[in-house]
Structures are given as structure tokens and as C-alpha cells.
């Protein structure tokens, strides 16, 4: 059975993180989605409402360099350095991170320290 509550928590608190929240063409809205097995992340221009970069851990690029790590905090931390290539290749160098309701604790963090690893500032 799924607990309906902890989905209905999590969705008030996104959407009162995303009213002081948003993303323009210099500074996109770092947005980040974790699930059971995948941790996703992605750049959105929230005035055009395009998706500039996007990487996860189902991503092909990083098919190789997932084979070798087992820790999921690990993949975070790989796919918040990939986007920040990414991002640079974009010409972006400033980001909003955009938690998405989930806390700001264990893969989320990583994602956030690999994205400021790779050369993004927050």
C-alpha cells in the first residue's frame, strides 16, 4: 500500500519551495528528482520553459563510468559533475538549486557538491 500522506508532504512542500524559485536563460533552475533506483537532474529556463541540460543516472554517456560504482550517493555525486560539463559547455556558470521537496541530505547533497565540484556556483 502507498502512503499517500508522505507524497502529499512532499508535493506542498515543492510547490512552496518553486514560489521563490525560478530559473532564467543565466541562471536556469538546478532541478533534482530521486526515485527508488535513479537519481535525475536538470537546467530549466522556467521564462521559456525549456529544458537546457539534462543527466541521469539512466543517461548512456555515463553508462561506463556507472559499471564501477555501487554506492548511490557516489552516482549522485557523478551525475552533479556531469551536468556541471555540461552546463559549462552551455556557457552557464551560475545556477538556483531547486531540491524538488526532498531534503537537502544524503544523494541530494551530493548531487549539489558535485555540481559545485564540476564548477557550477549555487
Known amino acids: 500500500m502507498i502512503n ?11 510547490k512552496h519551495i518553486r514560489k521563490n524559485i525560478s530559473g ?6 538546478l532541478s533534482v528528482y530521486r526515485s527508488l533506483k535513479h537519481i535525475y ?32 550517493t557516489e552516482l549522485a555525486k557523478l551525475v552533479g559533475i556531469h ?4 552546463a559549462i559547455e552551455n556557457k552557464i556558470q551560475t545556477v538556483v538549486f531547486d531540491r524538488g521537496g526532498f531534503r537537502y541530505h544524503g544523494n541530494v547533497k551530493a548531487i549539489a557538491d558535485g555540481a559545485r565540484e564540476g564548477g557550477l556556483k549555487f
Open 24 to 29: 532564467t536563460t543565466e541562471c536556469p533552475r
Open 83 to 86: 551536468l556541471a560539463k555540461k
Open 41 to 72: 537532474a536538470q537546467l530549466i529556463d522556467d521564462t521559456k520553459g525549456n529544458t537546457i541540460v539534462f543527466v541521469s543516472t539512466r543517461s548512456k554517456d555515463l553508462q561506463d563510468s556507472i559499471k564501477e560504482i555501487k554506492n548511490k
Open 4 to 14: 499517500k500522506a508522505k507524497f502529499k508532504n512532499r508535493d506542498r512542500i515543492r
